[in-house]
């Protein structure tokens, strides 16, 4: 198993422009979510999704939309960057209950926008 | 709502002396708890979790947390650390039913030779 795969690792965008992270997981989880990561902040959450289909809001979803087609593919789109959305971004993805509960993440993806 | 807060954003320690984690929860409902560690420039992965039972949980790499309900705390320790040891370490807690985890602010652990 591959696990939790992000692509690209490194990014740099121009202010206004729109791109896509990709994540995929191949353990058949049914969870999968998005974070980001900023100095002294630990991990934010940005959005969810239950499964194939359903998706919410964390606690920081603005300037960021997902979707949910597949059980295994979770993409994170900004639709027009800003410097506040200079971060590192981590997908993670588990089961439902037990015994684990346990999320899965992947290596992260490091975006700058200048 | 629930929260966490880790009390020390960085703890410098010498390479064989213990080492203690300190982390407060918050949250009106029954509560699993997490601790992940993050090595440079790496993804997450799971030191320990608790979920019920023992309060004493042993966690990989001879990590250990203790479960206190009545303080709401998840202390992280380990008696004798090791250059390897040095990384960021986050404790996280679990929403039941979503999936949501949420994670105090970590801290930073650099060990002194």
């Known amino acids: 198993n591959a696990g939790v795969t992000q692509t690209p690792k490194f990014q740099v965008l121009k202010t206004g422009q729109s791109m896509t992270l990709q994540c995929a997981q191949d353990?058949?989880?049914?969870?999968m979510s998005w974070y980001r990561q900023d100095p002294g902040m630990g991990l934010r959450l940005i959005h969810y999704?239950?499964?194939?289909?359903?998706?919410d809001q964390g606690e920081v979803p603005n300037g960021y939309n997902v979707s949910r087609s597949t059980t295994e593919d979770f993409p994170l789109r900004l639709l027009s960057a800003a410097p506040s959305q200079t971060s590192v971004y981590f997908c993670?993805?588990?089961?439902?209950?037990?015994?684990?509960?346990?999320?899965?993440f992947g290596p992260g993806t490091r975006l700058t926008v200048t | 709502a629930q929260s966490v807060t880790q009390l020390d954003s960085q703890v410098p320690v010498f390479e064989e002396a213990p080492v203690e984690l300190r982390c407060n929860y918050s949250?009106?409902?029954?509560?699993?708890l997490f601790w992940y560690v993050q090595y440079p420039n790496q993804g997450l992965q799971l030191l320990l979790k608790?979920?019920?039972?023992?309060?004493l949980v042993k966690g990989i790499n001879g990590f250990e947390a203790e479960f206190n309900k009545s303080q709401t705390s998840f202390h992280l320790r380990k008696p004798s650390v090791h250059i390897s040891d040095t990384a960021e370490y986050f404790c996280?807690?679990?929403?039941?039913?979503?999936?949501?985890?949420?994670f105090g602010q970590g801290t930073r652990l650099t060990i002194n030779p």
């Open positions: 993670a993805s588990s089961y439902d209950g037990q015994p684990s509960y346990e999320q899965y």
């Open positions: 353990m058949n989880h049914e969870y």
């Open positions: 999704s239950v499964g194939a289909g359903i998706t």
């Open positions: 949250s009106s409902v029954s509560v699993y």
């Open positions: 608790y979920l019920s039972g023992s309060t």
């Open positions: 996280a807690l679990l929403i039941q039913g979503a999936q949501k985890l949420v």
